[in-house]
């Protein structure tokens, strides 16, 4: 019950951090509430503590909170990105990290630290930090997992929603380069039943 009443709070305060958001980029708040889902789903499924699973919730809710603070001709380009735009949009964790951390909320740190290595890669070829294994947070690693998956299964500018096995498919071809083995085998297993699983 403690947890769930901290989990409330740090919504509740940063509730506006995420309404801003979702003004600039309407598409963000119902992929965070999806990716909330997920995360939420694979980490009960990992066996995560009641501490760990507020944690990860929050941060999948403002994982990409930071995007408020990318330039309009890069975040609502109706494209691909070239590389120079890659590379602000690529600033969109460390931006996170800085707006969470400010905050000064309880948790508000670990939070922050999730939010910063979201984008890690197992094999330590992601951004910021080329963090690799067990070096990224777990429930970075968890959170990566959700966010790839419903990205990939929503439209955007550049690519068209794939289906669940394309994305599997993906996924799996990624398994030990960006995501961690061990954890990609709980996320086949809930996948499968999820509300989340698109068709």
């Not at 965070?32 to 066996?47: H, M």
């Not at 809710?61 to 930071?66: A, I, K, P, Q, T």
Request: with cysteine.
């Amino acid at each position: 019950m403690q947890e769930l009443l901290k989990f409330s709070a740090l919504h509740r305060y940063t509730k506006a951090l995420s309404v801003a958001l979702h003004e600039r980029d309407p598409y963000t708040r119902f992929h965070c509430e999806r990716v909330i889902n997920l995360a939420t789903e694979v980490g009960i499924a990992c066996k995560l503590a009641d501490r760990e699973l507020v944690l990860l919730g929050v941060s999948a809710s403002f994982h990409d909170v930071g995007k408020i603070g990318i330039p309009d001709s890069v975040l609502r380009k109706p494209g691909k990105l070239d590389a120079d735009e890659w590379e602000i949009m690529k600033t969109h964790s460390e931006r996170g990290e800085r707006i969470l951390r400010a905050t000064s909320l309880p948790d508000a740190p670990a939070v922050a630290n999730i939010i910063r290595h979201h984008h890690e890669h197992f094999d330590g070829s992601g951004y910021p930090d080329a963090l690799s294994g067990d070096g990224i947070p777990l429930l970075a690693r968890i959170l990566s997992m959700a966010d790839s998956y419903d990205a990939m299964a929503t439209v955007r500018a550049y690519h068209r929603p794939r289906t669940h096995e394309e994305i599997l498919a993906a996924m799996r071809a990624e398994v030990g380069i960006k995501f961690d083995p061990s954890m990609f085998a709980h996320f086949e297993e809930v996948i499968e039943k999820s509300p989340s699983r698109t068709k």
